[in-house]
C-alpha cells in the first residue's frame, strides 16, 4: 500500500505544474489546460484523504468537481472558440474584448 504523502507529493508536484502554465503561457487554450491540471491535482489531494480515512466523501465531491469542470470546459471552450473567430488570435496578453 502506498503512504498518502506520496499522493500529497504528487498532487503538489501537478499543482505546481499547472501554476507554472497559467503564470508562464499566454495561449488561452495551454491556460485552460493548466486549469484542469491544477483542478484534477486537487481531486487527487480528496481521493487521497477519501482513501485514509474510509469515507466515500472525498470521491463523491471529486466526481462533483469532474462534472462541474466539464461543464466550464464545454463553456470556456465555446468562449475561446468565439474569441478565435473574432480577432484571429489566442494571445492573452490581446484579449481585450471582453472588458467593459
Do not use: C, P
Amino acid at each position: 500500500m502506498v503512504a498518502v504523502s506520496w499522493y500529497l507529493a504528487l498532487g503538489a508536484v501537478l499543482f505546481s505544474i499547472g501554476m507554472v502554465g497559467v503564470l508562464v503561457r499566454r495561449n488561452i487554450v495551454v491556460m485552460l489546460m493548466s486549469v484542469e491540471l491544477m483542478v484534477n491535482a486537487v481531486n487527487l489531494n480528496l481521493v487521497a484523504f477519501s482513501n485514509l480515512h474510509g469515507h466515500y466523501t472525498g470521491l463523491v465531491l471529486a466526481l462533483f468537481v469532474i462534472g462541474v469542470e466539464a461543464a466550464e470546459l464545454g463553456v470556456a471552450l465555446a468562449i475561446i472558440l468565439a474569441w478565435h473567430r473574432h480577432s484571429g488570435r489566442l494571445d492573452a496578453d490581446s484579449a481585450t474584448l471582453l472588458k467593459g
